[in-house]
């Protein structure tokens, strides 16, 4: 059988500022990546958040970014690699103090909006990430594209990776996704679920520009902002199982 891991940017919401679908998004996941106040969340959402995940028994990671709340993350930041290494100690280690009083760890890392991007191409600043995660705990997996600095480089440093893919996002022929400051609204949840199940059963998916590409994933992301998110989260889950693909996390303890 199958397997696929269903993750999502959680905990995005900040003071009277709320964003994404938390609560609706996390019956349908296994694992919740979890804002760290940087691009997005804040303490009480940061507990809250854990809590919600503890709840639905799903797994739980760090979604560190640049120090970027104005611009959610999404805007390109010149950072050294000792300063990014920091940036994401620091921010796991926040959600780990939380994770801590809920008696669960941390699973895993998924780094988040331009610096998710930036370390895609950067070796350095790929293996500042990469050290930081090791540092905090050598089993903790980071999730990110398969063709990415990130993933060559967790490879060759023995830290475990895992090969992401997207629902909601478009996919392209190097390998990357096509990022959106806010993602589109879905017209066809059944057809994006499909294109998810052949990702998870076949390997291949239509790029944005109509080329059929190999890709592999052994997880997938559903952002909780875009618009219909809780809707296309079932349609997917629906259509995994109707193709006999069990949605579990990566690593299960």
Do not use: W
């Amino acid at each position: 059988m199958k397997k696929i891991d269903l993750n999502c940017d959680m905990g995005e919401s900040f003071s009277q500022y709320v964003l994404g679908n938390d609560e609706e998004m996390m019956q349908y996941i296994t694992s919740a990546n979890i804002a760290c106040g940087y691009h997005g969340g804040d303490p009480h959402v940061m507990r809250k958040t854990v809590r919600l995940a503890k709840e639905h028994q799903v797994k739980i990671g760090a979604h560190p970014g640049f120090p970027d709340l104005l611009g959610f993350g999404r805007r390109d930041m010149t950072a050294t690699a000792s300063e990014v290494k920091d940036y994401v100690t620091y921010q796991m280690g926040a959600l780990r103090e939380f994770a801590r009083a809920e008696d669960i760890h941390l699973h895993h890392c998924k780094p988040h909006g331009a610096l998710f991007m930036k370390a895609m191409r950067d070796r350095e600043l790929a293996r500042a990430i990469l050290e930081a995660v090791h540092e905090a705990d050598p089993q903790m997996v980071v999730f990110t594209l398969p063709q990415s600095e990130v993933y060559e480089q967790g490879q060759k440093m023995g830290v475990p990776v895992a090969k992401e893919a997207y629902a909601d996002r478009e996919h392209t022929k190097e390998g990357s996704i096509v990022m959106t400051r806010r993602g589109s609204a879905i017209k066809d949840y059944e057809q994006m679920a499909e294109r998810v199940v052949r990702i998870v059963t076949e390997g291949r998916v239509v790029t944005n520009e109509g080329e059929d590409v190999s890709l592999e994933a052994e997880t997938v992301c559903i952002h909780g902002d875009t618009p219909g998110a809780p809707q296309l989260a079932k349609a997917v889950t629906n259509a995994l199982k109707e193709a006999n693909v069990e949605i579990t996390a990566i690593r299960n303890e």
